[in-house]
Nanobody
């Protein structure tokens, strides 16, 4: 079955960096675009960034452009999110997501908590 497992979250000071990982299994990872989302307390889940299967195309929300970088290693079935210059407003649970078009199903990981605080 499809599984997405995020890791790498934690407590970081403002201005600091973290790298999140999402290990995927149960589908042909390299064939599908992947996305990172986040959900802050009391707010709706929002799209941060997405990447095509070959990494040829990436897209970012305006509020992370220039600070976050999405990447993937298809040999390791792993999606990454490098987060730099973190701000308190980046505090949220971060999720990876895949939409499998053949099955018309969307899968989410359980998320990893990022807290940016002094």
């Amino acid at each position: 079955q499809v599984q997405l497992v995020e890791s790498g979250g934690g407590l970081v000071l403002p201005g600091g960096s973290l790298r999140l990982s999402c290990v995927a299994s149960g589908f042909t990872f390299s064939s599908y675009p992947m996305s990172w989302y986040r959900q802050a307390p009391g707010k709706e889940r929002e799209l941060i960034a997405s990447i095509s299967g070959t990494s040829s195309n990436t897209n970012y929300a305006d509020f992370v452009k220039g600070r976050f970088t999405i990447s993937r290693d298809n040999a390791k079935n792993t999606l990454y999110l490098q987060m730099n210059s973190l701000k308190p407003e980046d505090t949220a649970v971060y999720y990876c997501k895949v939409y499998l078009a053949v099955a018309r199903m969307t899968y989410w990981g359980k998320g990893t908590l990022v807290t940016v605080s002094s």
